[in-house]
């Protein structure tokens, strides 16, 4: 059986803000933040349920000023705050730049007994990742080509369950540039993935059997899960995961099940669904970014997202795209004919099913894919693998 271990890098910020504020009459008294941040208003949730809360956002970015957070917070100038509460305020610093800061709002005629001090993001971030590598003392870490080999069984579980059960499947993304320019894993990667029509994909997640070893992760099955796509997974291995902030966790070694979707191909409507996608796919990861802090209300929308997401059918649409990231960088779209059958191709001496027509997908997101990027270039993922459980 799976297990996940998540931890939010915000819960250390939190939990010092309350810490600082526990003894303030926040009627009184206010509280001013310094310096605007993407989370601030996720904190403001969790202060506010615990009975505290932020009255004011300064910042000295004119751009920013003016800006209409939730939880009725505005962005105002420095100078415009303090000049009517430094005799009647504390100032909230979570931020690389605090000693500048501190110096400003000093030279302002800030008490210095005013400014308290919360981890920044950076400090949060390590606080969160060495919580998790807490979890794995005693276990033996995986060199770069083991962890590859645990995840070409997988793929290997997987390519045969989807073969057994009349699943279409595709390698994607890196995997497949690996499979054509190394045929195997691009030297330097560490994670594996694949595509598969959305129709396939439920029918996969619903039937792959529940095994000691092996088995299907998703939000639908444990809720820490953060994506919308699915693991494969091979439970006698763990990795840390600190692919982004604040969300951190520790799950199974696994391999990327990404659905894929049918898209509208007439100018107007892509750009309209193109939106919609980009809002719920933000609202998303806004959820993930909450989850754990114990805010009152916190609503779970991730079944509606979901299906509003992949709502248009894969097979004889006239675009095909992973509705996963659907950012504007990340977005890509290809006709359906470029996925409407497979073709083998040879992966670490195994033969997977790639899109017909892998060369039009992979120049359409990648470019000139046969070129090995410089080494600066060369993305890994922010995965640190470990064996729970040796394997003979």
């Given at each position: ?62 751009e920013k000023w003016g800006m209409s957070l939730e ?91 989807c073969e057994a059960n009349g699943l279409r499947y ?164 290809v006709p359906y004919s470029v996925f409407a059958e ?51």
């Open positions: 059986m799976a297990q996940i271990i998540s931890i939010n890098a915000l819960q250390f910020i939190v939990d010092e803000a309350v810490n600082a504020l526990r003894n303030i009459d926040i009627c009184k008294k206010k509280v001013v933040w310094f310096g605007y941040t993407a989370y601030v208003d996720i904190i403001q949730k969790a202060l506010i349920s615990r009975g505290l809360r932020i009255h004011y956002i300064i910042d000295n970015d004119a939880g009725d917070l505005v962005v105002f100038p420095v100078d415009q705050i303090v000049s009517h509460y430094k005799e009647n305020a504390v100032f909230l610093i979570s931020s690389r730049f605090e000693l500048e800061m501190r110096l400003q709002l000093s030279a302002l005629g800030v008490d210095a007994s005013e400014i308290i001090t919360l981890p920044s993001r950076e400090e949060s971030d390590a606080m969160a990742q060495k919580f998790l590598l807490n979890k794995t003392v005693g276990l033996r870490k995986m060199e770069l080509r083991e962890m590859q080999l645990a995840l070409l069984e997988l793929m290997k579980v997987f390519r045969d369950f595709f390698l994607a993304g890196g995997t497949l540039i690996g499979a054509i320019r190394h045929k195997g894993f691009i030297p330097w990667d560490n994670d594996a993935d694949f595509y598969m029509p959305a129709n396939d994909y439920r029918r996969f997640i619903e039937i792959f059997p529940s095994e000691k070893r092996y088995e299907v992760v998703n939000w639908e099955k444990y809720s820490e899960y953060p994506f919308e796509f699915s693991n494969i997974v091979d439970n006698y291995a763990i990795t840390v995961n600190c692919v982004w902030y604040p969300a951190k966790w520790i799950q199974s070694l696994g391999v990327d099940v990404f659905p894929l979707s049918g898209f509208p191909c007439e100018e107007k409507a892509f750009i309209e669904k193109r939106r919609i996608n980009l809002a719920l796919d933000g609202k998303w990861y806004r959820y993930q970014d909450a989850k754990g802090l114990e805010i009152y209300g916190l609503q779970d929308f991730r079944r509606d997202i979901y299906d509003l997401i992949n709502d248009m059918p894969f097979d004889n649409s006239p675009l095909v795209v992973k509705t996963h990231h659907l950012n504007h960088k990340k977005m890509w779209s497979s073709v083998s191709v040879e992966f670490e001496g195994e033969l997977f099913a790639a899109p017909i027509d892998y060369d039009y997908y992979l120049k359409h997101r990648f470019g000139d894919y046969m070129q090995i990027p410089p080494e600066n270039e060369q993305f890994v993922h922010d995965f640190t693998p470990f064996w729970k459980k040796e394997v003979r």
